[in-house]
């Protein structure tokens, strides 16, 4: 009889129909699982999700908030002036400049026997081509306005930048095929960014060049607005570069007018340029130029070229 016994707790279940398994899985009546689980065990498993989804949710719910008070906007930065990573002293660019493989090199050189400017050249007018494209397009230039000392931009409208006062850098070959070359200064783009001028002609640094004082002065006496001005100065590094690089003029004024500032993401809105003529450069002869912007609020360092750009022309 005990052996009859572990026999039939060993043995397998009775075989039922495929009906019969599937009206057991959605309900056992012997066990009282709906499903292949008891009610107690449906309860535990729905409350888990139920619980689980809510954390989840609400987690998300956290991070949608936290993005959207941190989110980066389109029209302005979240953190400008001292708070951002460029900080509150621009930059100053040229163009044109050398191709990408030459990334350390600042050389500007070029045979003008071959016309072997072209190069130079086709790069400045791939530059300019915004510019020019306002004035050659009524429609592009709908949102610009001629602004002056006089005239700032209304809401929502930009100054433009006018090509045609920059003469004779405005050539076919920008001067590079006359024996000399021209080249374009820009300040890099600070949001937000106001200069403080050098409106008082006793405030002159000591290391501003004389010719440029001279300048400022004359300006100031036609009309007391144009020296709202960020001003720039060109000059060889060193003595013999000085000697070698030959006179030099700025295009229409050698500074960047202070209408055009502050940037403040205008649609439309392109850097002011001064276009910096140097007429007769010695030739064959390697000449190192620094060219300075001048503001109280610039800070100047030659080592890590704050408020400064060096290039470097030969022309063979």
């Known amino acids: 009889m005990e052996n009859k016994s572990k026999d039939q707790f060993y043995s397998p279940p009775p075989e039922r129909?495929?009906?019969?398994?599937?009206?057991?899985?959605?309900?056992?009546?012997?066990?009282?699982?709906?499903?292949?689980?008891?009610f107690g065990s449906?309860?535990?498993?729905?409350?888990?999700?139920?619980?689980?989804?809510?954390?989840?949710?609400?987690?998300?719910?956290?991070?949608?908030?936290?993005?959207?008070?941190?989110?980066?906007?389109?029209d302005k930065p979240r953190f400008t002036l001292q708070e951002s990573?460029?900080?509150?002293?621009?930059?100053?660019?040229?163009?044109?400049?050398?191709?990408?493989?030459?990334?350390?090199?600042?050389?500007?050189?070029?045979?003008q026997s071959d016309n072997g400017f072209v190069n130079w050249t086709n790069k400045l007018q791939t530059f300019l081509e915004p510019y020019e494209k306002i004035r050659r397009d009524p429609n592009e230039s709908k949102n610009y306005v001629n602004c002056s000392y006089d005239y700032l931009p209304?809401?929502?409208?930009?100054?433009?930048?006018?090509?045609?006062?920059?003469?004779?850098?405005?050539?076919?070959f920008y001067r590079y095929d006359s024996g000399g070359l021209c080249i374009f200064l820009k300040l890099n783009k600070i949001f937000?960014?106001?200069?403080?001028?050098?409106?008082?002609?006793?405030?002159?640094?000591?290391?501003?060049?004389?010719?440029?004082?001279?300048?400022?002065?004359?300006?100031?006496?036609?009309n007391p607005k144009n020296l709202n001005t960020v001003w720039v100065s060109c000059e060889g590094e060193n003595p013999s570069d000085k000697e070698h690089i030959g006179p030099?003029?700025?295009?229409?004024?050698?500074g960047f007018p202070g209408y055009y500032f502050p940037f403040s993401n205008v649609k439309g809105y392109l850097?002011?340029?001064?276009?910096?003529?140097?007429?007769?450069?010695?030739?064959?002869?390697?000449?190192?130029v620094e060219c300075k912007a001048w503001a109280k609020n610039i800070i100047y360092d030659r080592h890590d070229r704050k408020g400064s750009v060096h290039f470097e022309l030969m022309i063979d």
């Open 17 to 38: 129909s495929i009906g019969e398994q599937i009206m057991q899985f959605l309900w056992n009546s012997e066990t009282n699982q709906f499903l292949g689980r008891t």
């Open 42 to 74: 449906w309860a535990k498993i729905i409350l888990f999700y139920i619980i689980f989804y809510l954390v989840l949710a609400a987690f998300w719910g956290g991070m949608w908030i936290i993005f959207n008070s941190i989110a980066i906007k389109t």
């Open 85 to 111: 990573l460029i900080g509150s002293n621009p930059g100053l660019g040229y163009r044109p400049m050398p191709s990408e493989e030459y990334i350390d090199s600042a050389l500007i050189w070029f045979k």
């Open 154 to 172: 209304p809401p929502n409208k930009v100054c433009r930048v006018p090509l045609e006062q920059m003469a004779p850098c405005d050539k076919q």
């Open 192 to 222: 937000d960014w106001i200069p403080q001028y050098y409106n008082d002609v006793k405030s002159f640094p000591s290391n501003m060049p004389k010719e440029l004082q001279e300048k400022i002065k004359d300006e100031g006496s036609k």
């Open 248 to 254: 030099i003029y700025y295009f229409p004024r050698p």
């Open 271 to 288: 850097s002011p340029l001064v276009a910096v003529w140097f007429k007769n450069p010695i030739h064959g002869v390697l000449i190192n």
